[in-house]
């Protein structure tokens, strides 16, 4: 008997003791992780979400991404989750005081501090969801085979950090304000704050990148070494940002007395601001540069390939859709006559880079003889105006004449163009600014804009009511009458056998 | 106990009012009546340069945070308690309903009044959101008192009230537009179907202020003291 009472007692209780602590602490993160999840908001957040991402993505970029675009669109709808995030995790640290188990809980091994670590780490799982979202929508464009370009992973970084950010702000709130009402005014706060911040664009350049998702003015797609965002220093200064709030929320609940948290938390500042700075110092001297030259001397950087009378050149990141330029530009060369289908064709890409992303600026004319002007977006209009630049070299030979012209000649041009397209009155509309299929109306291009009057599209629609071998023969047969400069509209239908036209010919 | 002042149904209504006026989250509503009429100050506190456009938005977001903390006015920790005392649930709520209508009225005349005179947004409009968007703080606890019984519905209420007012302007479809501004031409239809949504909600309102004539959810009788179940055995 004696034998039995004087055994020792067993050591594993103490030696286990650290340990099996953090097993409580990630055992309550599994827990407080599942439950975070299944809150409404966060549920309805989420739904929202998918929702908006997946009817965005669809029809998005007229089917022809350029990533250097997508990976910045997967980054604004996620916040709508952080703020869900943000008020349920809220919610469950102060869940403990609504129910009075406080005082329950104080007697367990479970330090205050870990039970706030294993709130932050409930943040985790919700987090990685969104970067699975995230990766998600951008495999989905970056798998078609229509994408160029590169995406950026620290854009991507973005969504799954704002989640952890906003997070980690709910787990701090939850012990610096423990009253419910605090969750929901502070995302009032939040949600105003970002109505008055984002109202002056472009004002105060270091500012604007303290937010979580920044944005920018200008849809134009740039190649990707001239987009000059800071994106890998914004995610560094995220991710401190994160911690520094996470840490901080140790450090309230009883983490001060251990020097790691207190380390940690000097750590992640000295992180935050380390971000704060590199992501503030502005576009580079070399990218500024790079986007000059770009907009004023593009042939330096780009390749050409030639195929038949035409040299298509290009970007780097463009080079894989020279085949769809090429397709339409032979659609459009087949329609010509005169000798006018021989003529030999330069394709360029040119964009207007100096401006970055912070505008949008018009694009001039090409000045150069049989210069046609492509964007860097293609798909949806897109492709029928450049169809209409590409006629308008055949018949005028420089792009700049297309301002200028008022004439007969724009039947030509214009029927050129569209009648090799698949629905020519369709693309009508589409290049047409108002929409319109009759009267008169302006013409888009990516650089000059054309004027059709009511005459031009009376005369075009006869022609394009034709079998398309007709109109084709009588095209071909009077190219020079009809591409001569001057040439009135009333003669070009003559001369196509065409009734005479009857609505206004003036241009404004 | 001898009783004073006007009562109705043999309840001393001046004593209850006391009684209900020391129990309501005063600070709550404090809280969220503070903050809104900081954030309708931000336009005049700005300078003024911003648009109407800011200074509306500003409004709104000024009166759904006074109905955040107004989400919280039927909480009752005691209400378990004072389910089996003669006054009708509905002449406690519509008790607590009297006391924030004054305060309410008052707010929202400073809040108005914070704004500079050239931004402002029409009066009668920018009220009815503001009422729609108190109408619904106080629907929804009517609604989660009648049909929970929750002693505190105030924190529920409140995300639900967030939710809403976040999603609404992202989903509300084109053809039934609410959050417009003076300038659009549609201010005038917007605001009849803001005093529809109104009047709905009041309706709502005023049918979840009764006790409900069963209980819903588990048959049999439950407490929050969990002594009361039957017994098994």
């Known amino acids: ?363 001039a004319a090409s000045p150069r003889p049989g210069e046609v002007t492509v964007g860097t977006s293609w798909g949806g209009n897109r492709t029928p105006e450049f169809a209409v630049a590409v006629a308008v070299v055949l018949v005028t030979g420089r792009e700049e004449a297309a301002g200028a012209m008022c004439d007969g000649r724009i039947v030509t041009v214009m029927w050129t163009a569209l009648a090799g397209r698949p629905d020519p009155v369709t693309d009508l509309r589409r290049v047409r600014l108002d929409d319109s299929a009759t009267g008169g109306a302006v013409v888009l291009s990516q650089t000059e804009t054309l004027q059709m009057t009511a005459a031009h599209t009376e005369v075009l629609r006869a022609l394009l009511d034709l079998p398309r071998d007709e109109a084709a023969a009588r095209v071909k047969g009077n190219w020079a009458e009809l591409t001569a400069p001057e040439v009135t509209t009333r003669r070009v239908a003559q001369v196509l056998g065409l009734g005479a036209p009857e609505g206004e010919d003036e241009c404004q | 106990m001898p009783v004073t002042g006007a009562t109705a149904g043999g309840v001393p209504v001046a004593e209850l009012v006391r009684a209900v006026a020391r129990t309501v989250p005063w600070r709550a509503l404090a809280a969220g009546g503070g903050l809104g009429l900081l954030i309708a100050a931000v336009p005049r506190l700005t300078g003024g340069d911003a648009g109407g456009w800011p200074a509306l938005t500003a409004l709104r977001a000024g009166a759904l945070a006074f109905a955040l903390g107004a989400a919280f006015w039927l909480d009752d920790p005691a209400r378990h308690t004072t389910a089996v005392v003669p006054a009708r649930r509905a002449l406690r709520h519509g008790l607590r309903l009297a006391l924030l209508a004054p305060v309410a009225a008052l707010w929202w005349t400073a809040a108005l009044l914070l704004v500079p005179r050239p931004l402002r947004p029409p009066a009668a409009g920018v009220t009815v959101e503001a009422a729609t968007a108190l109408a619904l703080a106080l629907t929804g606890a009517a609604f989660a008192v009648h049909r929970r019984e929750a002693a505190r519905p105030g924190q529920a209420v409140a995300g639900f009230l967030l939710v809403t007012a976040v999603l609404a302007p992202l989903l509300c479809p084109e053809d039934w537009a609410l959050f417009v501004t003076p300038e659009d031409e549609s201010w005038a239809v917007a605001h009849d179907r803001w005093t529809v949504l109104l009047g709905a909600l009041l309706l709502a309102g005023a049918l979840c202020l009764t006790e409900p004539a069963r209980r819903y959810g588990r048959r049999g009788l439950r407490s929050p003291s969990g002594t009361s179940g039957p017994s098994r055995g």
């Open chain 1, 1 to 363: 008997m004696t034998a039995t009472t004087t055994a020792p007692p067993s050591p594993a209780v103490t030696t286990h003791g650290p340990r099996a602590s953090w097993t409580a602490v990630f055992a309550l993160a599994a827990f407080e992780g599942r439950r975070l999840l299944c809150r409404v908001p966060v549920l309805v957040a989420f739904a929202v979400y998918l929702v908006w991402t997946v009817w965005r993505t669809h029809g998005a970029y007229d089917g022809h991404p350029a990533l250097q675009d997508v990976d910045r669109a997967t980054q604004g709808p996620p916040v709508l989750v952080g703020l869900a995030v943000l008020l349920g995790v809220h919610q469950a640290v102060l869940r403990s005081r609504r129910y009075d188990t406080d005082r329950h809980l104080s007697v367990l091994v479970v330090q205050p501090w870990r039970r706030t670590a294993a709130h932050l780490l409930s943040v985790v799982p919700v987090a990685l969801l969104v970067a699975v979202c995230v990766g998600a929508q951008f495999a989905w464009q970056a798998l078609k085979p229509t994408a160029v370009g590169h995406g950026s992973p620290a854009e991507l970084l973005v969504g799954p950090l704002s989640v952890l950010l906003f997070g980690a702000f709910g787990v701090l709130l939850g012990r610096l304000l423990p009253v419910p009402l605090a969750a929901p005014l502070l995302i009032v706060s939040l949600l105003l704050f970002s109505v008055f911040a984002s109202g002056p664009p472009g004002a105060a350049g270091w500012s604007r990148w303290l937010v979580p998702s920044v944005g920018e003015n200008s849809f134009a797609t740039l190649p990707s070494d001239l987009i000059g965002r800071p994106a890998a220093w914004h995610a560094l200064y995220l991710a401190g940002l994160a911690l520094s709030v996470a840490l901080a929320a140790l450090l309230f609940s009883g983490g001060a007395r251990l020097w790691s948290v207190r380390a940690g938390a000097a750590a992640a500042v000295a992180l935050t601001l380390v971000g704060a700075v590199g992501q503030s110092r502005g576009v580079p001297e070399e990218t500024a540069e790079a986007r000059v030259r770009a907009t004023v001397a593009p042939e330096k950087t780009q390749r050409c390939v030639a195929r038949d009378a035409t040299v298509y050149c290009a970007f780097p990141e463009w080079e894989p859709r020279t085949g769809e330029w090429a397709a339409v530009v032979d659609d459009v060369r087949s329609l010509a006559g005169g000798g006018a289908e021989k003529r030999p064709l330069t394709v360029r890409q040119r964009i207007e880079a100096r401006h970055g992303l912070d505008g949008d600026a018009a694009l």
